[in-house]
């Protein structure tokens, strides 16, 4: 149980075009979904919180027009990078939670594969 | 500063041996601590799991400890197998006093290499 589908897994385009990745909850509703980032050698990093049927939470320094996050449902969050630069070049990883749990103190988050983004 | 810290940044072990990883954070107060694998580009997959009033948790040939008074914790996995190659993550949960949750704090990982 508790599995996260992140697809595309890798994905590689020219500078200037925007790239959609999807996150999945496939056997358990999550009303909130967590997005990362990863650079080499480097701890994840989140991004945002998506939250089911609202606005995206933002952390301090993530450009929400750049990255553009929509949770329109309770088992999928899509992540899309508007007009990618190399600099966005990076490892993106999302995650969920399951709305089943008791407390919201354990923050139990379900990883998702990770999409490796290459932009040229 | 981060505020969970991992050591060592890398080590490479011989197959069947054992090794021991290191994490120390600040998180205070902390709901639970987690140790992580992560394959090389693939997201991280959960190993244990520990509460602050938890000494100790096994999966298989990992084992977790936790030292809530010093705040720290180990990952010790035992007769290494070529396949235990990855990066390991220590994430500690902060604690909230509101019906809220705490953002995942993420260690940079242990980056173990096992040879044949």
């Known amino acids: 149980g508790a599995v996260v589908s992140q697809h595309p897994s890798r994905v590689i385009c020219k500078s200037g075009t925007s790239v959609k990745i999807e996150c999945r909850s496939l056997?358990?509703?999550?009303?909130?979904m967590f997005w990362y980032r990863q650079f080499p050698k480097q701890s994840l990093m989140l991004m945002a919180t998506s939250n089911e049927g609202s606005k995206a939470t933002y952390e301090q320094g993530v450009e929400k027009d750049k990255f553009l996050i929509n949770h329109a449902s309770l088992t999928l969050s899509t992540l899309t990078v508007t007009s990618a630069h190399p600099e966005d070049s990076s490892f993106y990883i999302c995650?969920?939670?399951?709305?089943?749990?008791?407390?919201?103190?354990?923050?139990?988050?379900?990883f998702g594969a990770g999409t490796r983004l290459s932009v040229l | 500063k981060n505020q969970v810290e991992q050591s060592p940044q890398s080590l490479i072990i011989l197959e069947g041996k054992n090794c021991t990883l290191q994490c120390n954070y600040t998180v205070s107060p902390f709901s639970n601590l987690r140790w992580y694998k992560q394959d090389t580009g693939r997201g991280p997959v959960s190993l244990t799991i520990m509460t602050f009033s938890e000494n100790t948790k096994s999966n298989g040939r990992y084992t977790a400890t936790l030292d809530a008074d010093t705040k720290q914790s180990s990952l010790h996995i035992t007769a290494s197998q070529l396949s235990d190659s990855a990066s390991y993550i220590c994430?500690?949960?902060?604690?909230?006093?509101?019906?809220?949750?705490?953002?995942?704090?993420f260690g940079a990982g242990t980056q173990v290499v096992v040879t044949p």
């Open positions: 994430v500690v949960t902060p604690l909230m006093t509101t019906d809220s949750w705490g953002k995942l704090q």
């Open positions: 056997d358990f509703q999550a009303t909130t």
């Open positions: 995650s969920a939670r399951d709305r089943r749990q008791p407390t919201l103190a354990k923050n139990i988050q379900y």
